[in-house]
């Protein structure tokens, strides 16, 4: 690491980048507050404008950083914990491809994929990637090269074959953390297994981190990722209030940094702030959804190209998305996060991912959030290029319906690839749903 | 020699009093099934079943083995069916065993087998507790409680089995017989017993095959209907080996360990390089190109069925990897059938003719 590298990523992440999406972020708090408020939708929370701020000095960060820091890409769902402590840079392709997509350019980024050779039924966020490499553009400006790759299929298997891929392409060397999916409880195996493997990838990662793990470091960064998932946890439950303050969607954009920047100080000051807001909301009686007449859970991926027309066409019919069992994927890990034993506690919540667990377990859960959050319906998203997830959502609407009395939608779609999403179609359905709900 | 049809196989392991499991692809302890008295039986698809009610419970775009497989074990033609085992080869069979334990009320228990993506010392591990689970499990469901020499003996069994096997697939060029009759009996081992299956390999003639035309080698995941070979041969063509997941890819390596588990355990991570299991790729190029090398192919067609996607993912690398040695490569997506559409038949055709 050269003292030129560093001056030049200290000169432009921190003391050109930082004043300057400072004033970027003002400028949006202001238009927010300047928006229209007659409108189905109450304006974006305000933090919606700092997540953009902290979301976007880390792209900044990322641009200047190899030669700096060591880089590791890491899935979503993976392990970051021992990353952190040994101070790697992160960076999440799938939180990448999600803003592609929502910025519109997954369906270009998976044509140039497929005119590649990859298939269009593979997941639109790994062609999203794809794309993107090959065109070698990207919305954050440049992507660091990873020393490291560390992928989890806890969320899919799919990750597997994608980072791979990857790594084969950037000549990186790819860790896998296996997590078997339980189709029950966990037995004492799998969790040894996962375990064993976490303690595989500290030699790994110190190699190529160029120091040794401290362990403090390790209970430190576990610590502060509990306490950001236990607050994303938090904010997630404010939709139990009627009307609820915010929405799946506003869940979905606020995400980012619980999936890629929990262990940092600065993510929990952030949620914090979100929370503070929220419950503001709460103390004036605003609500997310000005005339809230239907209260809904979201399962499965966003439609990510098409987010803020779904939340205004869904509030348009007094339909407000309380809760999203997508979003919840990184507030439960924090119930099995340990800071006095981090590699154990890691085991437990990296096995224990909702996306890991049965089409049962998914159901369960999907009826404790109907009573919890007192929901009127569920909205399950048949995601066509996640299979993983949409597999066992036929079985799921049926038995809510015959259980709990409540209505199911399944609308098709694609979480990235914009060719799938049939408006007049969607239109219909969701229209026809309101209807069902009462 | 006529290979027995799975149902009189099916009908006499019942009257020996074996219980029949029924097997998803692909990767699975056959002796310890057996060991339990559990008689296995692979379903790959079946091709002749109809998808439709499948998709009851799966989205059309899940793939024609798990909606026909589904659709099979609830029809009364899977009555003779005691138990299920559902290998987690990829998410669509993983979401098939979720959707049948969860959903799907049936009179059988399903049993779930999680293959480990690796092959470092704690997959090893892993693997060897993770058949003992299933051990424990066949074991409520049987009643019975086979000893170390029991399962040790079954292991041996099936090695030898897997010994003929491997070496079939890897000498193609050493049994005279048509594509067809070869690789059909081949797949004889998805419901043979070792035995038997050793007495249809060793019945097949021996001696130099002429295998005159371009030298094709077959990949994906099943090659349905076995039909497709004659055309293959009609064309001109043969198949001098293949990289399939029902014939090559299961290539096991025999154990030494006296620990029946430990064995085992090492027979289940011995598979040549393997998408479903997560071979580097790197790795898993090599050893395709050596194989192309040594069996001197010209052609290589993968043949996949609809929605794999772990076979999706590499292919766009292997096909440069592969084209970059003079090897042509043709990919074909098919639905499982019990005829190969004149549109497939065409194009093989046409990938023939360009290597003649």
């Known amino acids: 690491m050269n003292l030129g590298n560093r001056l030049h990523y200290f000169l432009t992440a921190n003391l050109a980048g930082r004043p300057m999406l400072r004033l970027q972020r003002k400028r949006q708090e202001r238009r927010y507050a300047d928006m229209d408020r007659t409108g189905d939708l109450y304006p974006p929370l305000m933090a919606t404008a700092r997540m953009a701020e902290l979301l976007s000095h880390q792209y900044l960060k990322g641009r200047y950083v190899n030669g700096v820091r060591k880089v590791a890409w890491h899935s979503s769902g993976a392990p970051i914990e021992i990353l952190q402590a040994l101070g790697f840079f992160l960076y999440t392709p799938d939180n990448h491809a999600a803003l592609c997509g929502a910025r519109k350019m ?55 074959h994608w980072y791979q891929a990857m790594g084969t392409y950037l000549n990186a060397p790819v860790f896998l953390v296996d997590t078997p999916f339980l189709y ?39 610590r502060n990722g509990k306490r950001c998932s236990d607050l994303w946890l938090e904010i997630l439950y404010r939709a139990r209030h009627r009307p ?195 | 020699m006529k290979i027995p049809d799975r149902k009189t196989v099916i009908d006499d392991a019942i009257a020996s009093g074996y219980r029949i499991g029924a097997v998803l692809p692909f990767h699975y302890p056959r002796a310890l099934l057996r060991a339990y008295d559990i008689y296995p039986v692979e379903l790959w698809g079946p091709p002749r079943v109809d998808a439709m009610d499948g998709r009851q419970h799966f989205p059309e775009y899940t793939c024609q083995i798990v909606l026909k497989a589904t659709r099979f074990l609830l029809s009364p033609q899977a009555d003779s069916v005691s138990c299920m085992l559902i290998p987690h080869t990829c998410d669509s069979l993983q979401g098939m065993a979720s959707v049948i334990k969860d959903f799907i009320p049936m009179d059988k228990p399903v049993f779930t087998l999680y293959h480990p993506r690796g092959r470092r010392k704690s997959d090893l591990t892993y693997i060897e507790q993770e058949l003992r689970s299933l051990g424990r499990k066949l ?41 067809k009759r070869f690789y059909t009996c081949l797949r004889s081992r998805e419901y043979l017993s070792p035995e038997q299956f050793i007495e249809q390999a060793q019945g097949l003639p021996r001696g130099r095959a002429e295998l005159a035309g ?42 030494d360990a006296s620990d029946p588990y430990q064995r085992l355990a090492r027979i289940m991570i011995s598979m040549p390089p393997d998408p479903t299991v997560s071979t580097p790729y790197s790795e898993r190029f090599t050893y395709l190109t050596d194989r192309i090398r040594q069996n001197r192919v010209q052609g290589i067609i993968v043949y996949n069925p609809k929605f794999c996607e772990p076979e999706l993912f590499y292919l766009p690398m292997l096909e440069d990897a592969v084209r970059a040695m003079g090897c042509s490569f043709l990919f074909i997506e098919h639905e499982l059938s019990s005829d190969v559409p004149q549109q497939i038949l065409n194009r093989i055709n046409a990938f023939v003719e360009t290597l003649t």
């Open chain 1, 106 to 160: 997954g369906t270009a980024f998976s044509e140039i994929a497929e005119s590649r050779g990859y298939s269009r039924d593979i997941c639109s966020y790994a062609r999203t990637d794809f794309g993107s490499y090959f065109a070698q553009r990207t919305p954050v400006g440049r992507i660091p090269r990873p020393d490291l790759i560390v992928v989890s299929n806890n969320i899919c298997q799919t990750v597997l």
């Open chain 2, 214 to 255: 371009p030298r094709l080698m077959l990949s994906g995941i099943v090659p349905e209907p076995l039909d497709l070979f004659d055309h293959i041969n009609g064309f001109g063509a043969h198949v001098v080996t293949d990289d399939l997941a029902c014939y090559s890819r299961r290539i096991y390596q025999g154990g």
């Open chain 2, 139 to 179: 074991e409520a469901f049987t009643g019975k409680s086979p000893d170390d020499k029991r399962l040790l003996a079954e292991i041996e069994r099936e090695e030898a089995a897997n010994t003929v096997f491997g070496h079939m697939c890897q000498h193609r060029d050493q049994y005279s017989v048509s594509d």
């Open chain 1, 244 to 438: 609820t303050p915010i929405t799946g969607f506003d869940a979905f954009i606020l995400m980012g940094p619980v999936v890629a920047m929990r262990g940092e100080p600065a993510s929990i000051t952030f949620y914090q702030q979100v929370l503070r807001e929220i419950d503001q909301r709460i103390a004036q009686g605003i609500g997310a959804v000005k005339n809230e007449k239907h209260r809904i859970l979201w399962d499965n991926l966003p439609i990510w190209y098409n987010l803020s027309w779904m939340s205004k066409k869904l509030a348009s019919l007094g339909i407000a998305v309380a809760i999203s069992n997508y979003t919840y994927q990184w507030a439960e890990p924090a119930m099995h996060m340990d800071p006095d034993r981090p590699i154990e506690g890691a085991a437990r919540a990296y096995l224990h991912a909702i996306l890991n667990r049965s089409s049962g377990y998914k159901l369960r859960h999907m009826r404790q959030m109907i009573t919890d959050f007192d929901l009127d319906g569920v909205l399950l998203h048949s995601d066509r290029s996640c299979k993983p997830y949409s597999l066992g959502q036929i079985d799921q609407g049926a038995a809510l319906l015959q259980e709990m009395g409540v209505p199911s939608l399944i609308l098709e779609a694609d979480h990235n690839d914009a060719r799938i999403f049939s408006e007049e179609q969607v239109v219909n359905r969701i229209h026809a749903f309101a209807e069902m709900m009462g």
């Open chain 1, 184 to 222: 029950d409880e966990a037995e004492p195996h799998q969790i040894a297994y996962v375990k064993d493997q976490l303690e595989e990838l500290i030699p790994v990662a110190e190699t190529i981190a160029g120091r040794k793990l401290s362990y403090q470091r390790l209970q430190e960064v576990t």
